[in-house]
């Protein structure tokens, strides 16, 4: 029996099967527009064979490893944070062994399709096909048809983009560029590091960026500047977007001379957490500010509780899984960056949410007014069969499909990509399908909002 | 094809919705009761022709121009605001082409209800058949048939509430009384004007209010038989209930002292924000004794940031789309007026809710207790058929359905009635039916709790 | 026709329905292990019939009187709080004449079940059948087959498991198993009285654990040394696990110093409320102290505003229906507790909640990574086809299904045990089911599941 089955899920009851197929037939072949997501310039770039199975699938992925580490499973084990993996076999054995627990999530999903539609496998993971798995996967990584290009292309990609701090050189992406390679993948603007007092090391990323750019990042004048500098090189390498992680939707509207002084007393290394908050708030608005002028995107990811494992992260660091979400007010927070730029229709927000409470009371009702909001397709834990459909039953009504922007893959994990989109689009054609069995749609329609959310609303709201 | 399915908004499979089918046709003629709305008493007392198509389903409908609005049409585009429209026709160009934003919204049921059911229209809306629509609509709207009470009897409508200030001096539903005709059309008391400090002109309403009915209400006490007087005067004219637009679900139980003190503050025009708040909650407090009193069934609709998008405030004023729910606490915020009148069997105070995280937490939970409380049906934003289907399969199994009242169409629109009333009993219907599909209720269960949701329940909660 | 369907609560789609029944027939015969409920001990130690079916079904059972309460049923007529009901056929009467009431409801679920199944009666219970249905009931409470003990074997009870004060003598406990009688009761370590400030009677609590352990329990050494005596008693008479019953999710982490000059000054009774918070919280963190130590497993209740009616608090006193929910921060509630023990595999923290927001903003991400954390099944208000329906759609996908821990009927109502595992069993079936039908999981994998959920997975999490 293989791992993946024609009529995955679609909806059992078979007058919307029926629509769901031949809706999904219709959009199944379309490329891929990624535009949101965190895949490496570099392999890209220099386009090496990716290493063994373990670091391919297991290290990088929090949602592996997560799930594993949750059922007692030390990360020390699974060689995580190492550069090289001493023994991936036995670290895939560990994972073959559990592979059970994510019976009944996304990761089964993902694993499954780039198990059997990358590589040939039609037997479930277990322990006794773990040795199977490792064999056939290390094997076939070391052929020319699974390096990083030929895989961009089998992928059928139409471009990916990226996620960039502004102290990134870029130098991946000019490689990729200078290369003649057509691949298209570009750069994100993600301002975290100098917009976010909290984030490791500001002080000397203000006083890097400044170097970078010529400008005088002692200033708030030059602070500002230099960060203008920065969206116009990354601009200028294909950028249409910017992206930011904070742990609120907060934004501000302080005066110039306010929020200079703010920005003194940050960099004083006096200032308290609330005015850390404060000045993030005011970035937000300064970046949609800038947004305004230049025509980026952007991107508004709150409501992470990050790092909120102290033993993991200061063992560990970074991105070990144990970011957990928070309740997010995007009614109260976004409010003085709405009172300044809401009713321009010539700027692009788009806001993502992991607090699903939100989609009915604020998220849905603001993006069905506001000319600059759109809404971003469930993100994280939310980027899930079941998850994507509570979306469209809950923010549709409101907001319609059209204040949508189709899907983000949002992954580290290369070789998920296909499934991750595979997944999107049977789900929305699902969605689409009760509406049409339901009457509430004509099935020409669907038809046409099957294109839309794979391929038109995000080419509009990414400017691809 | 016509634009309505007769088996719209049933679920696919077969055998719930063979049992739909049947609860459905078992009341899909039982008049309409209309408890809560938003039409105008003048309508069915001058009984004119409605004006032009424009008028008539775009301008007063902040569902259809909110939409619109969010995907960059202006506002003076659609010549919202003035009292004529210059050129109707170029308006309802622009909303026909893009009709198709509606898609998957209640808006678009309710359009094309009215579009077949009362003007024969069959092909959908859109750039094609704009002008088609436009002369068809504008020459039934000049014939009798399509006059206010002509279409309040072809409605089948039993009763119909509109909802008033206390200021208003419900000439127009005298003056329909007076008339001789004999549609029911009653006034709601709707006291926001003169109990929320934030109320644009609240000085001199409640100086208003002195002096129609005679009371000193620069004073507490006089203030508290002003609005006695005036609920006496309402009940005289047929009404049954009282409605409350609070930004939040806070009540107080301040002593006469206290409230007294609180209100010459007010009054003075130096009070608080945080003193305006605890003066309407203590308000709400009031307005619940006077009905243990007077009879008179209250609801509460809390949580609404009212003029979110204050550039559109400035420019169009109030109701032009742009109210954001908000959270809403009702277990603390209701405490105090529960713990003085909780108890009472002889109180029905029917709360409403955009907070839909409520409804397992607080709401059901509240409504399954106290006496004195029931479930209003989903509103606003919820009212649509994923909506609606929600509030039952949240709230039913710890509320039960007799603790919920009916529907509420709460529309300006009144050619949207009767599609939105189908659209409840449908779904209605598709939940009952799943119920007996999975044999949770027996089929002649069934069959009486549609009656109920659909008469007996609202009559009873109304008092009508 | 019966009370009940054999394909009750399945979903009506065939190819689903199909499923469920199969992997329903492979548990339906399982054993119920109960690890947390409300029943009591003497009832097994003393083996006594259960007394009229007013004083059995109705006056208990919080679920049933609430609703009758907020329908407008005056709790004196049900006679709720006497000791022996005067006249229960009365009060059955009232019950039955409104049984309509509970339509839609769990509750409704339960009882015909145990009408049924328990009572062989087969007619909906109504004002009509009022009276055949207490004969019945009253008849069959008399014969042995009807005495708790022989219930408990009826019921393929494998363990069942109380809830009792740190206080309790475990006099019962004691007795069952001197009895002979092979049926295993344990008792649960719920230390609310003894560890929460606010609960009745705090400090005489207090002063009483001191005297039944030996410790000195006015200092805080004396304290903790006399919980861990209590713990250890309650071990040694079967004990797997403790309970908390906090109004919220805050824990502490205080020094031993200021832990000691809280607990004084609290002694002292010259405490505010946010003291007593913090003491709840710091008792939550000893007491994961104590489980690391002893092994026994923790559950967590929060959430709930306790005797919310205060008027039926003074008059009938606690567990009257009236504690409402409220919303739970975990993110930072837990925050303190986790940054000392989250990483320990060898502590198990099942948490509950009545706030389903939390679900997949809150719970299932905690629960996906934190080693020590379970999710506990939907409780109380949740404890529902809906609601643990909701449960599974949307904790599965971020915390899979093995870092959940199976169910808990948590009654007090021993004859609904059989149904309300039941209940459980048919809707995890149907859940899965869908898995299958959408080809998310395989058949095989959907029985072991069942399996799991139904017994595997508590055992383990329980230590039973």
Redesign the interface.
């Known amino acids: 029996?293989p791992l993946?089955?024609d009529?995955?899920?679609?909806?059992?009851?078979s007058?919307?099967r029926n629509v769901a197929k031949k809706l999904y037939a219709s959009i199944r072949d379309l490329p891929i527009i990624s535009p949101h997501g965190h895949t490496q310039a570099i392999w890209f770039a220099a386009n090496q064979p990716f290493p063994d199975p373990a670091k391919l699938f297991i290290q990088p992925d929090h949602y592996v490893h997560?799930?594993l580490?949750?059922?007692?499973v030390r990360l020390e084990d699974l060689e995580i944070g190492v550069d090289t993996i001493a023994d991936p076999r036995k670290v895939w054995r560990i994972f073959a062994d559990l592979y059970?627990?994510?019976?009944?999530?996304?990761t089964?999903?993902w694993l499954d399709y780039a198990f059997q539609e990358l590589f040939g496998l039609d037997q479930?993971l277990s322990s006794q096909t773990a040795d199977l798995y490792f064999d056939t996967i290390s094997a076939k990584l070391q052929t020319p048809e699974f390096l990083p290009r030929a895989l961009f292309n089998r992928f059928n990609i139409q471009v990916l983009a990226t996620t960039d701090s502004p102290l990134d050189s870029l130098a991946d992406h000019q490689a990729i560029r200078d290369s003649g390679w057509n691949g298209r993948v570009l750069p994100t603007f993600r301002p975290d590091s100098v917009v976010d007092p909290d984030f490791a090391g500001f002080a000397s990323n203000i006083h890097a960026l400044g170097q970078q750019t010529g400008e005088d990042t002692s200033t708030w004048k030059g602070y500002l500047a230099a960060l203008r500098h920065a969206r116009n090189r990354f601009r200028s390498m294909g950028c249409t977007a910017t992206d930011h992680g904070h742990p609120t939707a907060n934004t501000a509207n302080l005066s110039t001379a306010a929020s200079a002084a703010l920005f003194t007393k940050i960099l004083s290394g006096k200032s308290t957490a609330d005015e850390h908050e404060l000045f993030r708030a005011q970035m937000l608005t300064e970046m949609a500010r800038m947004s305004l002028e230049d025509g980026l995107v952007m991107q508004i990811h709150p409501g992470s509780?990050r790092n909120?494992?102290?033993?993991?992260f200061r063992k560990f660091g970074r991105d070990m899984?144990?970011d957990?979400?928070?309740?997010t007010?995007y009614?109260?927070g976004l409010?003085p960056l709405?009172?300044l730029f809401?009713?321009e229709?010539g700027l692009t927000i788009i806001l993502f949410t992991?607090?699903?409470?939100t989609y009915?009371?604020?998220l849905?009702?603001?993006?069905?007014?506001?000319?600059c909001?759109r809404l971003g397709p469930p993100w994280w834990?939310?980027d899930?069969?079941?998850?994507m459909m509570r979306f469209r039953?809950?923010a549709?009504?409101?907001?319609?499909?059209?204040?949508t922007v189709g899907f983000n893959d949002d992954t580290r994990a290369f070789l998920s990509i296909p499934a991750r989109h595979d997944v999107a689009r049977r789900i929305d054609c699902a969605f689409l399908a009760?509406?049409v069995?339901?009457?509430?749609?004509?099935q020409d329609?669907a038809f046409?909002?099957a294109q839309q959310l794979t391929n038109t609303l995000v080419r509009r709201a990414y400017k691809l």
Chains 1, 2, 3 share one sequence.
């Open positions: 029996m993946l089955n009529d995955r899920l679609f909806p059992a009851e007058a919307i997560r799930m580490y949750s059922q007692g059970y627990l994510f019976r009944g999530t996304p089964r999903l479930r509780v909120h494992n102290l033993e993991l899984g144990a957990i979400p928070s309740q007010n009614v109260e409010r709405l009172d809401g009713n229709a992991l607090d699903e409470s009915t009371r604020e849905a009702p603001l993006a069905g007014h506001y000319p909001l834990f939310l899930s069969p079941e998850g039953e809950l549709t009504e409101t907001a319609g499909f059209y204040n009760r509406l069995a339901e009457h509430r749609i004509d329609e046409d909002l």
